[in-house]
């Protein structure tokens, strides 16, 4: 974004100095706002008042982040006087977005998930682009590339684009999805950690026999299925797959690529590793999985990095590993999937964009970075960035840190197809060839959509 700032305040070097977060509750609820609700109200207004201090309005959707994000505008609005920074917490990003879409009323500074959702945000130039930001050549380019490659905002030349791809967020947490095991269990039962598939499922047969759960799985949230699926297919699927799969248009059944022809050997692999889940998955939820595999309930847990803060809510001693799914029988093939857990978007009209940019060099310094990475057991997107010590992460930390990583291939998936209902009902059924017929028929359908709407028919 071109617009650097020219108000009153420090300068990048001096603000990029924040203090360690200290758990400020006091500090916190004076000096920011947090608003828990579904933004019924108004947004700040635009411009300073009458003391010089202009509001941003932050839009953030990490509920169990809130306190994180309070300690960091504490020590922002410190060291910068002129702003001050609303944090809105909605439970509900996708849907509260929309409305304020609809209200005309973009926050100026956005935290969203960076998936299919913000990418049909991005493409429609909601954001502002950042590729001029100073923070944007920070960031490790294998994790940006994984924002790029959902797409962005196309302004051409003609419309006073510069013609090249736009950069719409900037990446400022990332997930890694693998295998999260406990070491206890592995320990006792000696069992070293899965590097072919072979392995994984010796593993899954030990445990299976020692009267131990190999998984534990929660099929009453329909979504659980989807790490699974994003690893496997992810892993499996022929190079260019969706770029592919798009170009075949509706003509899905006669094309070179679908899901019926390439991701046959991935769901099969899926539908057998739901097969060592506990007898009761089908009833337990997310909630109920997390609590589970804190009470060491199970060896394995089919969950990404998000889980682990959620599993030490319920027992901060809770013994936690990682490993990336061994897809194939070549250990090398091993690699780790990654999504921006948080990405960093201004919006595009917004009235105060030099402060804007301001919080996002804020927020993009290297040492906010790595203080929300430790408290939210993230792996840091930038480039130079520290390793991440917590020992739940260090059996897929060397993938990130080498970008051995692809992104959530769900996000490549138009949100109209209900694909974690399909997959849901994959996993209870094990119907591999209804699964992946109904994907192609649904993908077909919104491609015939597409074309349709393209064309002002």
């Known amino acids: 974004m071109s617009p650097r700032s020219h108000s009153p305040g420090p300068t990048r070097g001096e603000h990029h100095r924040p203090r360690k977060h200290r758990g400020r509750l006091a500090a916190a609820a004076l000096g920011t706002a947090v608003v828990l609700a579904g933004l019924t109200g108004c947004a700040p207004g635009s411009g300073p008042d009458a003391d010089g201090v202009t509001t941003l309005d932050f839009f953030q959707f990490k509920p169990e982040a809130v306190q994180d994000f309070a300690d960091i505008i504490t020590d922002f609005e410190a060291e910068n006087p002129d702003i001050r920074v609303v944090q809105n917490a909605v439970p509900d990003a996708d849907t509260a977005i929309r409305t304020l879409l609809v209200k005309n009323k973009v926050p100026d500074v956005l935290t969203l ?7 049909e945000l991005a493409r429609a130039c909601v954001f502002a682009d950042l590729s001029d930001e100073p923070s944007a050549d920070t960031v490790n380019p294998a994790v940006q590339e ?23 967020a900037l990446p400022f947490a990332n997930n890694a999805s693998g295998i999260i095991y406990n070491p206890d269990i592995f320990a006792a039962q000696g069992v070293e950690v899965p590097t072919t598939w072979t392995e994984l499922i010796a593993a899954a047969d030990t445990f299976e026999q020692a009267g131990i ?39 899905v059944e006669g094309g070179a690529v679908s899901f019926s022809k390439d991701f046959g050997p991935a769901m099969e692999k899926q539908t057998q590793l739901f097969s060592y889940c506990q007898d009761d998955f089908a009833s337990r939820d997310y909630n109920a999985g ?15 990095s998000y889980a682990i803060p959620a599993i030490r809510a319920n027992a901060p001693d809770a013994s936690i590993g990682t490993f990336p799914y061994p897809v194939t029988e070549d250990a090398d093939d091993r690699i780790a999937v990654s999504g921006v857990d948080v990405g960093l978007s201004i919006g595009r009209d917004s009235d105060n ?26 792996f840091s997107p930038l480039v ?24 959530f291939i769900d996000h490549q998936v138009p949100a109209s197809i209900p694909l ?14 209804e699964f992946l017929t109904d994907l192609d028929d649904e993908w077909s359908k919104v491609a015939a959509r597409t074309t349709t709407q393209r064309e002002g028919k």
């Open 113 to 119: 998930n960076v998936s299919g959702n913000f990418a």
């Open 146 to 168: 994984i924002v790029q490659d959902l797409g962005s905002c196309d302004q051409s030349s003609a419309d006073g684009g510069s013609g090249s791809p736009e950069v719409n």
């Open 213 to 251: 759960a190999p998984f534990y799985c929660t099929m009453k949230d329909a979504w659980t299925a989807g790490p699974a699926f994003v690893n496997l297919g992810g892993a499996l699927m022929p190079d260019g797959f969706f770029d592919d799969l798009r170009a075949e248009g509706s003509d």
């Open 290 to 304: 997390n609590l589970a595999f804190a009470n060491g309930e199970s060896a394995m847990y089919l969950q990404g």
């Open 353 to 378: 964009k030099e402060e804007a940019q301001r919080f996002v060099d804020y927020l993009m310094s290297p040492e906010v970075v790595q203080a929300y990475s430790e408290s939210q057991s993230t």
């Open 384 to 407: 130079d960035a520290e390793p991440n010590t917590d020992p739940a992460l260090a059996g897929l930390e060397p993938y990130f840190t080498s970008g051995r990583i692809i992104g």
């Open 420 to 433: 974690v209902n399909m997959l849901q009902t994959l996993v209870i059924t094990g119907d591999v060839t």
